[in-house]
Each structure stands twice: as structure tokens, then as C-alpha cells.
């Protein structure tokens, strides 16, 4: 079967390998992978960015859908032919994240999914929604769990509360859809305003352009009454965290997931001085994987994807990655 490989911290050393089809162990199972989404990591890991200790030859990628194509002995939870997904980190099934979970992280330390067939443990699958095709469930592993986590698990998201999302990336646009699924009121930012008719569209109330209103955070408070906004969904980090304390209300929740912007300074007088409650996500576990999908499978949601390229293509992908272009997901088709 074909895969790729990392042979070095470049996105152009990223080639296509014969490796052999891998067999089930006991509790195992293959899943012949149908669909692959990119994530911004992937083109960290890809370059270097991420971490250059990870060990090379490495296979990249973290979220497959696919189907259950060969079990070991002993698996009780799937069978031949069950549509599945696996989770970001293979060893957070539930309970908090600990060092030992987010070292199981697929497509980092641990070999990833950008191949034919993948084998995994059991326990690391989840089934998808029967309503989705593959490249819209190979979404859901990072995107889609990491803004439930950030609004349903973390942020505890109530009917009529004020959400902000950043940009028009796969996190942002996969929380902007589950705000307004939970009653939800969306202000939505981008640099384009073409981007900001598109977010409309999903459902966002207001749109805010950042490179036209550069305070956004101050736009976003006067578009509240000045109360500001109970959840941000936080993707730039150190340069866009001061206008996201600014747009929060006082004992508001700002859910950090991305530092796109890179690393710096941050003045963090106005986190303590408004009582604002700064979280973490790192994507979330198997239980939270699996009430997504029943939330997706009970409200018809469907994740957007910008756009599908053919496996042969995946380094492409990657670039169409790099640019910022898209909104939405990137999907690599696999079969």
C-alpha cells in the first residue's frame, strides 16, 4: 500500500513510499483510509516548526475517515465494514488530558494517516455519521472536536450567549456552525469581506473586517452594548489575544486554540482585571468525539469543505494550506 513520508523538514520532501499492508493484532483493526483533512499543524510538522526532534522517516497527518477493512482477535467494538474516524490522540478515550494522552497525538511523535491503510487499537475509532461522506467526516478528529470542546465542553455554551470566532479557517467555521446549532449569536472576523458573506451565510449575525477595523475588539463591544462577548474562539494567539480580552465581557471565556500569529509579547493585565477565564483546548477525547457525532448526526450538520485534492496531490494540499485561501477544510482523497 502507498503512503507518504517525511524524509525532511520540508514541505517539498514530502514523497509517496510502498510500505507493506499492515495486519491486526489482537484488539486491532485496518482502517483503509477513504479521506484525510488538513490541519495548520500539518504544515508545522512538514516544515520543521512543530518540533525537529520528531523522528524521521515520519508518515504526517492526524484526521482520517475511512472504513474498518481487516480485525484482530478479540475486537468486539467494530467490524468489516464500519464507517470510521480516529481520534486525535489514540489514547484520550475520556477524563482530563494528561502527558501520557498527548503523546499519543497522531502525525507527530506518532506516525500519522496520510496512507492507504492505517492500523489502530479499538478503542482509538469512533463511528461517523451515517449522513456524511468520507472527506466531510475526516473533519471532524481535530476541527470538529476541538470546537466542541471549546464551546459545549469548556465554554458550557448556552442559548443566546455571544460567540466570536476568528478568520475563516476549519476550527472557526466548524465553531460558528455549532454556536448557532446551540441558539448561539455570532460575530464573525476576517480580512475579506467576500469571507464575511460566506460566514453570514452559515449563520454569523455580524461581520467584522480586521484589516479595515484593525480594534475589532472595540467594534465587537459596541456591537454588544458594550457588555462584550461571552466565548471567543481564539486561533491567532499572541497578536490577537489583547483584542480578544478587549471584545470579552467581564468573566468571559476565552477558549485558546491556535497561535497563528506566532509567538510574543502578551499583556495579560486585562485577563485578571476583567476575570476572564483563559482555557486551553488540545483537541479533545474519544467521548467528546463521539457526542459531536451525535450532535452532527441529530441536526444534519455538514462541515464545509473548501476544497479536495486526489492523494497524488497531497503536497499541493499542503501549499493551498500555507496560503490562507481557503475557508472551510482541505481534504485529501484517498481511495
Same mark, same amino acid.
Given at each position: ?107 507527530? @511523535?506518532?506516525? #500519522? =494517516?496520510?496512507?492507504?491503510?492505517? $492500523?489502530?487499537?479499538? &478503542?482509538? %475509532?469512533?463511528?461517523?455519521?451515517? /449522513? ?92 454588544? @452594548?458594550?457588555? #462584550? =462577548?461571552?466565548?471567543?474562539?481564539? $486561533?491567532?494567539?499572541? &497578536?490577537? %489575544?489583547?483584542?480578544?480580552?478587549? /471584545? ?88
Amino acid at each position: 500500500m502507498r503512503a507518504y513520508e517525511l524524509g525532511d523538514f520540508a514541505i517539498g520532501q514530502l514523497k509517496i513510499v510502498e510500505h507493506p499492508d499492515p495486519k491486526p493484532g489482537p484488539g486491532q483493526v485496518v482502517m483503509g483510509v477513504r479521506a484525510v483533512s488538513l490541519n495548520f499543524r500539518d504544515t508545522l510538522v512538514a516544515k520543521g516548526l512543530y518540533s525537529r526532534k520528531l523522528p524521521l522517516p515520519l508518515v504526517p497527518c492526524s484526521d482520517a475517515a475511512g472504513e474498518v477493512i481487516a480485525v484482530g482477535e478479540g475486537v468486539k467494538r467494530l467490524r468489516v465494514g464500519d464507517r470510521v474516524a480516529a481520534n486525535f490522540m489514540t489514547g484520550w478515550i475520556e477524563g482530563e488530558l494528561d502527558e501520557t494522552k498527548a503523546r499519543t497525538a497522531l502525525g507527530a @511523535a506518532v506516525p #500519522g =494517516v496520510l496512507a492507504e491503510q492505517v $492500523v489502530f487499537a479499538q &478503542e482509538s %475509532l469512533v463511528r461517523i455519521p451515517d /449522513a456524511l461522506s468520507f472527506e466531510e467526516a475526516s473533519t471532524l478528529p481535530c476541527t470538529g472536536v476541538t470546537a466542541w470542546n471549546a464551546l459545549m465542553v469548556s465554554g458550557r455554551l448556552q442559548p443566546g450567549e455571544t460567540v466570536l470566532v476568528q478568520g475563516t479557517g476549519g476550527v472557526s467555521i466548524f465553531a460558528l456552525q455549532l454556536a448557532r446549532m446551540a441558539g448561539a449569536f455570532v460575530i464573525a472576523t476576517s480580512s475579506s469581506d467576500e469571507k464575511l458573506e460566506r460566514v453570514r451565510g452559515l449563520g454569523a449575525a455580524i461581520g467584522i473586517n480586521y484589516r479595515t477595523t484593525p480594534d475589532w475588539g472595540e467594534k465587537a463591544l459596541e456591537l454588544t @452594548a458594550r457588555r #462584550g =462577548v461571552d466565548h471567543v474562539i481564539e $486561533v491567532g494567539g499572541a &497578536e490577537t %489575544l489583547p483584542q480578544s480580552a478587549r /471584545a470579552a465581557r467581564f468573566g468571559g471565556h476565552i477558549a485558546l486554540i491556535g497561535n497563528l500569529t506566532g509567538r510574543g509579547g502578551v499583556d495579560l493585565v486585562p485577563v485578571f482585571m476583567k476575570a476572564l477565564r483563559l482555557d486551553g483546548i488540545f483537541v479533545g477525547s474519544r467521548a467528546m468525539f463521539e457526542d459531536l457525532n451525535r450532535a452532527v448526526a441529530h441536526t444534519g450538520l455538514r462541515p464545509v469543505v473548501d476544497r479536495v485534492f486526489p492523494f497524488e496531490e497531497a503536497v499541493e494540499a499542503l501549499r493551498h494550506m500555507e496560503t490562507g485561501a481557503h475557508f472551510g477544510k482541505i481534504v485529501v482523497r484517498v481511495a
